[in-house]
């Protein structure tokens, strides 16, 4: 008995010391206190869970925000000066770059609140408050509905939270699924309208490495930008006007010039954008075997031909590469799941998991009743969703993201024949007109003709080989029999006929519209062909709707069951894109046999990869002098300047530009990637190799004040020798 007893002790101990170790999760801020905080304590966190998010006094929430549509920035001046990555600020300062002034090659510094340049269209939200309202979601909803019922039922009460959330206010209000819809949360944010960009270095060091040292460790990328988030006279959020004033916070982060050593306490707070760690084996088996394969080859193509035009013209450069290196960065995540999911056996995990929790749903009638077919319902669903799942990828790559480019913008134009079509009045008509002539010199500024040709050569040619024939759009099967397959024939034809090929008479047309002018487009052929892709993505987009829709209610009884088969399990929810924390600590990992990653590196790495025959490793004169010269100010402890430094949080794709803090609360890092062999952990963690990667700090500090001459943005930091 006493033996057993002291067993049971042994393997708690250790257990839950496993616990502790491992870092694995996303929490929810307003639970942290329930949850977290002692196990943060242990691993060195200082401060409480009121300081992480409150809502009676400033807390860490109220500096960090949604940067764009998918990054996270915070404060780190109290006149609105904020953070985030190089590649999150990427479209804004390429928005602002021409040949002649070409910030994303020199880099671009205000040096002076004037001098900063507005960006239309960007936004900061910030959370002001967010709270538990499963219970009102769910009022009403009985046992033996409909999923039908039932989400009808969940719409309504959702929309009346919404709207009681704001009502006198000028906030948005969303509420947010958890555990796949076992649990609610609203969301209240606030929303700033002017955010300008204060500052970016050159992509020698924002970008440095570029796509070949995406996603990957040893990295020496200073990928920092710097916005100012401006508001009105109250300080109160409005659209871009020059009388207004810099925003005044509530909460930024002090920074801290300290660093990390390997064990120190290491939290990240941000918006991690989706994870599936809790699907079943099938949905492994469907992302490795079934889709990731073909994805990566469509877009090896696009990259080929975008690198290739990219290495032989500036204009090109400028044109096509934030294009590339959206293609190159799923295209190379994908690789490193499929490699990292392998090396883990992950299907087979999931497989024998699945078994036990068969077992055990066996083991009760009721249990049986509930979840005893789950599994062999997934498998049918899978079965059924793939190839679906598949078509549709294939259409967005080929017709809607940087595939026949042309047929993106022609897209664009239904919604003018509609409006001709159903009488719109002239006011609507014009407000279409001008947004279309933005879009127009928009896509014009960042297409090359020869380029999108042969994009679009590429892609039709996969499209016909790879896409089976029940998803070919009408049109398409009429170009393919018509030129034999020749699409560089059907290019050159349609290049003498279409709109859709000149900016200039596009504009034209654009500028001297008359309704009579719906049927030009209409007959042109990229629309026609848009238009029938189109048809055709909609058919798909229904059924894979449908489909998803029976897998997310899967997902929710699946959760459910795990949680119950599970009870001794604290299970974190999948991200959503709200807000959350990952702790974790500085170190450093095995990559492969024999070799051992530091968890820092420094600008002796940049030097050695130094390389002017090469754009990704082109350092800046000026960085080589200051290295040099090792005139590194404050920066540098013991004479070495640090620049990236590795962590064990769990972070995934829209914790880019996430404060990483120490255990203070002040800002040591910017979080910004993940190392290779760990980016499965969208899927499952594996505390041995996943590790995401954050710039230090005092690289970006170095380079706003020794390298850029704009020390004058330090006088608004705190700094925390
Ligand atoms: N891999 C990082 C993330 O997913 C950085 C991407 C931007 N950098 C690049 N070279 N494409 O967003
Ligand atoms: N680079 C990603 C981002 O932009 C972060 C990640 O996937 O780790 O959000």
């Keep these: 008995m006493i033996r057993k007893f002291i067993r049971l002790i042994v393997l708690f101990i250790i257990l839950s010391s496993s616990l502790l170790r491992a870092d694995e999760g996303m929490w929810i801020p307003v639970l942290m206190e329930k949850f977290n905080i002692e196990i943060m304590k242990e691993k060195g966190f200082k401060l409480s869970a009121e300081d992480i998010y409150s809502i009676n006094k400033a807390s860490m929430k109220d500096a960090v925000m949604i940067f764009g549509g998918g990054c996270t920035a915070e404060l780190i001046s109290d006149r609105g000066l904020l953070i985030t990555n190089h590649h999150c600020g990427y479209r804004s300062i390429q928005s602002h770059s021409t040949v002649d002034n070409d910030y994303l090659t020199n880099g671009f510094w205000a040096m002076s609140q004037e001098e900063e340049l507005t960006n239309p269209g960007l ?27 039932m989400s009808d039922i969940k719409q309504e009460n959702i929309d009346r939270i919404n709207e009681e959330a704001i009502e006198g206010t000028h906030f948005t209000a969303q509420v947010k699924p958890f555990y796949y819809g076992n649990q609610y949360f609203l969301f209240v944010n606030e929303t700033y309208k002017d955010v300008r960009l204060v ?50 916070p509530e909460k930024f982060f002090p920074i801290s010039l300290k660093g990390t050593e390997p064990g120190d306490f290491t939290m990240v707070f941000g918006y991690p954008g989706s994870t599936y760690e809790y699907v079943p084996s099938f949905h492994l088996q469907m992302l490795t075997r079934d889709i990731y ?64 929790f068969r077992e055990w749903t066996h083991e009760d009638s009721e249990r049986n009743q509930l979840y005893g077919n789950l599994l062999s319902r997934y498998d049918k669903v899978y079965n059924e969703i793939a190839p679906v799942r598949l078509a549709r990828s294939y259409f967005r790559e080929v017709f809607f993201y940087n595939g026949v480019e042309n047929i993106s913008l022609a897209s664009g134009f239904s919604k003018l024949v509609s409006l001709v079509g159903n009488n719109a009045s002239p006011e609507e008509i014009d407000e279409v007109l001008e947004s279309l002539r933005k879009r127009v010199s928009g896509f014009f500024k960042n297409y090359d003709p020869a380029t999108g040709d042969a994009l679009s050569v590429a892609m039709l040619l996969l499209f016909e080989e790879n896409v089976p024939w029940k998803y070919h759009p009408e049109e398409f099967k009429r170009i393919m029999e018509k030129f034999d397959g020749n699409y560089q024939a059907w290019i050159e034809k349609v290049r003498k006929k279409s709109l859709f090929v000149n900016e200039k008479t596009l504009l ?49 009884v699946y959760m459910k069951a ?121 899927l499952m963690f594996n505390p041995e190799q996943c590790r995401n990667i954050s710039l230090d700090i005092r690289y970006a500090l170095f380079i706003i004040d020794k390298f850029a001459g704009a020390g004058y943005l330090l006088d608004e930091m705190t700094l925390v020798e």
């Design 562 to 682: 795990q949680m119950e088969f599970e009870p001794g399990k604290l299970f974190y929810p999948d991200a959503n894109f709200s807000l959350r924390v990952s702790y974790g600590e500085a170190k450093g990992y095995e990559p492969r046999d024999a070799v051992f990653y530091k968890h820092y590196t420094t600008l002796e790495g940049v030097m050695e990869k130094d390389d002017p025959a090469i754009y990704d490793y082109n350092v800046p004169e000026k960085l080589r002098e200051l290295y040099r010269k090792k005139d590194y100010g404050r920066y540098a402890p013991d004479g070495k300047m640090p620049v990236c430094f590795l962590a064990t949080n769990h972070t995934t794709g829209g914790n880019s530009g996430s404060p990483v803090i120490n255990a203070e609360g002040h800002l040591i890092g910017i979080n910004f990637d993940r190392a290779w062999e760990g980016v499965m952990s969208d």
């Design 199 to 248: 500052g970016a270095p050159p992509s020698a060091i924002g970008k440095f490495g570029g796509d070949t040292d995406n996603w990957m460790w040893p990295r020496h990328t200073g990928d920092f930008s710097l916005f100012r988030i401006y508001a009105g006279k109250e300080n109160e959020p409005v659209g871009y006007s020059p009388d207004n004033v810099p925003f005044k």
């Design 123 to 149: 936004t900061v939200t910030f959370l002001k408050w967010m709270k538990d309202v499963t219970g009102e979601v769910l009022k009403g909803i009985e046992d033996g509905m409909s999923e039908e019922e």
């Design 508 to 556: 034209e047309f654009l500028n001297s519209f008359k309704s009579s002018g719906v049927k030009k487009i209409e007959k042109d052929p990229i629309f026609r062909l848009a238009q029938s892709a189109g048809e055709t993505y909609n058919g798909i987009l229904s059924d894979y709707g449908e489909l998803n829709q029976e897998l997310v209610s899967l997902h929710r």
């Design 293 to 356: 394969p073909e994805l990566i080859d469509v877009r090896t193509k696009k990259l080929e031909i975008m690198q290739n035009a990219m290495e032989k013209s500036r204009i090109v450069r400028i044109q096509y590469s934030a294009k590339a290196a959206g293609v190159s960065n799923s295209w190379k995540r994908w690789k490193g799941e499929i490699r990292g999911l392998d090396k883990l056996d992950a299907i087979a995990k999931k497989q024998a998991y699945e078994e036990r």
